[in-house]
């Protein structure tokens, strides 16, 4: 398991479900009671159609690395230390398309390429650490 | 709608800071600077400005949420209409537009969209998140976003599925670099190659650091009246007519990368089209254009979506020239803020050098009589979008 970096998300009411899921390894996104669509990030309407309340399903975690980007440098000391990092969007097969890291080996990398979800304990010493937060992110099928 | 908007409101004066490194110097004072340029540059005086238009909420720029307060009490005038819209670099376009439907309302007469920013001297460092580790910010910030690396998203996509190449996305850079050549303020003057832009560092892959804009303090400030008071107002010459405004459209996108709608495409698709609406014209009918140019990313999705060429072919409309003085479209004829200036939001200086040009007098490329040109602003991390299109 790669740690994880840091600056804690702060949960609310739309996305605690979220983060204590990752916790235990699950991916959770929301489907409308209404249109029927998946959805990301989590919200407490659809914002496709803007019915309230959508349900939490869990995603099968399975998807492909719609876009990337090899981070080599940044700005923003916190995040220093990773880098060289990949920065990557997800879509899953359900449609949502999530932020989140390429964890583990990157050979064969490209757009479209199949990953899956792992979830990653945030290192002690960060923000998301401290705050025992789970971020999940992808790794490369093989 | 076309015919009762186009050409009613005019830029009437226009002012580039030369600065481009001010250790010291409080971002207001170059606000201040500007203003005065551009309002000397107009023939009028700060008492005949009644809107003000500023946004300066970015830490480097020296306000906060209340920008346009603060700088209208800094500057030392009361206007009866102002507009804060903050939308990242995009905003003194919005600014523009929006000064247009004012002054055409009655609501102002004299309107000064000003900006400055201390982007490489500021002392006090902040991220470059546009959003916290909170509400919609909770699923991305945790993962370590930078400006930089959103748009490298969209280049890698963009290569994915249409070939463009990272020597297409060059071509942009060596262009305005080959433009700034001849602008005394411009940050970089010596021309460069492809294979210096591909040769620099990565910053954020695919994109090199010359494939990003320069980072400088500076500002800018330009001045819209009513094209009745612009044709009895201020100094007369050839160099120093009214600029009309012949359309406007601005739109918004997403903040959240996980929220963009398609890699490929941006808001300029809307801003784009509703600035042709307005103007009743079209792309082919455009001499010349600033486009943002925060990344050689940023210029070659603005030329597909506003229509300059089709989806996909951004790169090869680079690479065969079309950006140069004689080619189809020439671009950021000062340098743009890959070798001239890039203070925070280009936007302003962006209008800036569109009002240069039209009038003859642009510090870099002077083209032969352009009659037309288009700003393009985009801001955030291709969030937000605002065209203008000027003509004489």
């Keep these: 398991m790669d740690s994880a970096p840091g600056l804690a998300p702060l949960t609310d009411q739309f996305s605690q479900a979220y983060w204590d899921a990752a916790r235990g390894a699950t991916l959770l996104i929301q489907r409308c009671r209404g249109c029927g669509r998946h959805q990301f990030y989590p919200r407490g309407h659809c914002a496709a159609c803007f019915a309230p309340d959508p349900e939490w399903l869990p995603a099968s975690g399975h998807g492909r690395v719609h876009t990337y980007t090899v981070v080599e440098r940044t700005p923003n000391a916190e995040f220093a ?47 998301a650490g401290q ?4 971020l999940p992110n992808f790794g490369l099928e093989t | 709608m076309p015919a009762s908007w186009s050409g009613k409101v005019a830029i009437v004066g226009a002012y580039e800071s030369p600065r481009r490194r001010a250790p010291g110097v409080h971002p207001f004072a170059i606000q201040a600077e500007c203003a005065r340029g551009a309002l000397a540059d107009a023939g009028l005086d700060l008492g005949d400005v009644d809107g003000l238009a500023a946004a300066a909420s970015f830490p480097a720029e ?24 903050d939308i990242g ?19 102002a007469e004299v309107v000064l969209v000003t900006y400055a920013a201390c982007g490489c001297s500021w002392p006090y460092g902040a991220p470059d998140y546009l959003t ?56 970089f003057t010596s021309p460069i190659t492809v294979d210096d832009v591909l040769s620099s560092a990565v910053i954020a892959a695919p ?19 009513s094209a009745r008071r612009a044709a009895s107002t201020g100094a007369r010459s050839a160099n120093t007519g009214p600029v009309y405004v012949l359309g406007f459209g601005e ?25 042709f609406a307005t103007a009743g014209m079209r792309p082919a009918e455009i001499d010349c254009a600033q486009l943002y140019d925060s990344f050689t990313i940023t210029v070659l999705l603005a030329l597909e979506d506003l229509g300059f060429c089709g989806k996909g072919e951004g790169g ?8 140069g003085p004689g080619g189809r479209l020439p671009i950021n004829t000062d340098g743009g803020g890959l070798s001239s200036n890039h203070p925070g939001r280009r936007g302003a200086l962006a209008v800036i050098e569109a009002v240069r040009q039209l009038r003859g007098i642009s510090p870099g490329v002077r083209l032969e009589n352009p009659r037309t040109a288009l700003v393009h602003g985009m801001g955030g991390s291709l969030s937000t979008s605002s065209t203008l299109i000027l003509g004489v």
């Design chain 1, 81 to 127: 230390a990773d880098c060289p990092y990949v920065l990557a969007i997800i879509e899953l097969d359900e449609g949502p398309r999530l932020t989140a890291r390429i964890a583990g080996a990157t050979d064969g990398l490209r757009c479209d390429a199949r990953v899956r979800a792992v979830f990653a304990a945030a290192t002690g010493d960060t923000a």
């Design chain 1, 131 to 134: 705050a025992g937060i789970v």
């Design chain 2, 62 to 85: 020296g306000a906060r949420e209340m920008a346009v307060a603060e700088i209208a009490e800094y500057l030392g005038i009361h206007p009866r209409w102002m507009d804060g819209t």
């Design chain 2, 89 to 107: 670099g995009a905003a003194p376009l919005s600014h523009a537009g929006h000064a247009v439907a004012a002054i055409q309302a009655g609501l």
């Design chain 2, 132 to 187: 916290y580790a909170h509400g919609p910010g909770q699923w991305e910030l945790p993962y370590g976003p930078s400006t930089v690396a959103t748009y490298a998203l969209a280049a890698r996509r963009h290569m994915h599925e249409f070939g463009t190449t990272e020597a297409d996305l060059a071509a942009i850079a060596v262009q305005c670099r080959a433009n700034a050549a001849a602008n005394p303020d411009a940050r």
């Design chain 2, 207 to 225: 994109l090199h650091r010359l494939d990003c804009c320069v980072v400088t303090d500076s500002g800018g400030a330009f001045v819209l009246t």
């Design chain 2, 251 to 275: 739109a918004l996108g997403q903040v959240s990368m996980n929220q963009m709608r398609t890699f490929t495409a941006t808001a300029a698709a809307e801003s784009g089209a509703r600035a």
């Design chain 2, 316 to 323: 090869k409309f680079a690479s065969a020239g079309e950006l």
